[in-house]
């Protein structure tokens, strides 16, 4: 049997496994273990696990992920993220659908120190949910409104999804980190936009009575917010300005964000023991994939599939744009099934010799597998950040009603990767002032 053969039965076995809802790391690592002894030998599959999870584990740029993580659980854990939805809820407030509004907007706010999309979502749907529900909005808008915000956790630097590509690809954390800041900005407008029209023209989704904040909580949770905005332009400022790498800039950020909780006294001994737990398991969840993912990447080079792969496609001779919207089909598909670290890193090894090919730019193409990878969170039937959204909601609402929520959001998704895709600049002109 041919190495490319084994590489091929490799895939399907893959796709199996993956099939019976075995998990994504293990799926990866068993695959790619017995390809490579199928094509060479019991040493090197042995030297291949004894070897690649060190290497992988000790990059330097990866140490960024807990302390994101870190920033963004203690953040949640001081009651941080309520306080943001109390000042934005106060600021839009005079606006059709506010309350959608508000939920975007403090999305947005809490994905800036947080990194992680589900960590955003189910947040937001522990806070918001309840306050719009209470005034009468509709529970699909309102659960749906939740999950698609979530989604920016992926976009809006700092984001894991933004770091475990730039890793993979081989190209600078801070430029991918940078790239992510005007995406996610363009989905948080085009979202409010529209959330806006549909609730000027039908009212009953979202009555105008809403709940009012007094002046002193505004003040109150004001006080208790600033520290957000000042994280990120501090993070992202000495990422931009050089100052910092982004490992750097993450563990200024963990440290500011600890520093502030504790001078403002919101950070107790439990809060900061559930924040550590919660980041040490996300961490070990993530790079239990991301060291699968590179034993794939291992197995398919020995294999030879990704040059015969990007051959074939050489031969058919597709423009750049066709090759993009094919890779956007194959990850709208994979979407529905797989979660986003898992598709990311399962494509990744396979795509990139591909892009790469063809010259193209692969901070665009960063920006667009990650924007790929959040549409796949609201799809069913594995729309993560929707359960995620259906376990915080409880019986309020199902999630059939759920999923036809989200649907006007995915929409708007259309709209957002049709920009992107017609204008790379959008991705890439902050990245160019960096050069």
């Not at 001081?78 to 939805?85: N, P, R, S, V, Y």
């Not at 606006?95 to 999309?117: D, E, K, M, Q, Y």
């Not at 990120?232 to 502030?260: D, H, M, P, R």
Request: charged letters at 10%.
């Amino acid at each position: 049997m041919s190495a490319m053969t084994i590489g091929l039965f490799g895939l399907a076995s893959l796709i199996v496994l993956l099939a019976v809802r075995l998990p994504v790391g293990l799926s990866l690592a068993l695959v790619s273990f017995f390809g490579v002894l199928a094509i060479r030998d019991t040493n090197a599959a042995i030297g291949m696990v004894k070897s690649m999870p060190y290497d992988f584990v000790a990059h330097w740029s990866l140490s960024a992920i807990p302390l994101f993580l870190l920033m963004g659980n203690i953040a949640y854990n001081t009651g941080i993220t309520e306080a943001l939805f109390v000042v934005m809820r106060r600021l839009v407030r005079r606006l059709p659908g506010g309350l959608v509004i508000a939920t975007n907007l403090a999305g947005a706010g809490f994905a800036a120190v947080s990194g992680s999309s589900m960590a955003t979502a189910a947040a937001l749907g522990r806070i918001a949910a309840p306050e719009m529900i209470k005034v009468g909005y509709q529970p699909a808008l309102a659960g749906g409104a939740i999950a698609a915000t979530g989604t920016l956790g992926a976009l809006i630097p700092p984001s894991i999804l933004m770091v475990l590509f730039a890793v993979f690809a081989q190209v600078s954390v801070g430029q991918m980190l940078i790239a992510g800041i005007l995406p996610g900005l363009l989905t948080v407008a085009v979202y409010v936009g529209m959330v806006s029209l549909r609730c000027w023209f039908d009212p009953s989704i979202a009555p105008r009575a809403e709940l009012d904040t007094s002046d002193a909580e505004f003040k109150a949770a004001a006080r208790r917010v600033w520290p957000l905005p000042v994280i990120s332009i501090l993070v992202l400022g000495g990422i931009y300005g050089g100052f910092f790498t982004s490992t750097e800039a993450a563990a200024f950020g963990a440290f500011f964000t600890l520093l502030v909780t504790v001078v403002q006294r919101s950070l107790t001994l439990t809060g900061l023991w559930n924040s550590v737990v919660e980041t040490l398991e996300s961490t070990a969840a993530i790079f239990f994939v991301a060291v699968g993912a590179m034993f794939l990447t291992r197995f398919l080079a020995l294999s030879g599939l990704p040059f015969h792969i990007s051959g074939w496609i050489d031969d058919w001779g597709p423009d750049p744009l066709t090759l993009v919207l094919l890779a956007c089909l194959v990850f709208l598909v994979l979407g529905m099934f797989l979660d986003a670290i898992g598709l990311m890193l399962l494509t990744l090894p396979v795509m990139l010799p591909i892009f790469r090919s063809y010259d193209m730019d692969i901070i665009w193409i960063g920006v667009l597998v990650v924007k790929l990878v959040e549409i796949g969170l609201m799809t069913p039937p594995v729309g993560l950040n929707v359960y995620v959204v259906k376990g915080v909601m409880g019986n309020t609402v199902t999630l059939d009603k759920l999923f036809r929520g989200v649907a006007w959001f995915l929409g708007a998704e259309i709209v957002i990767m049709a920009l992107l895709i017609a204008f790379p600049s959008i991705s890439t002109f902050l990245v160019t002032f960096m050069n």
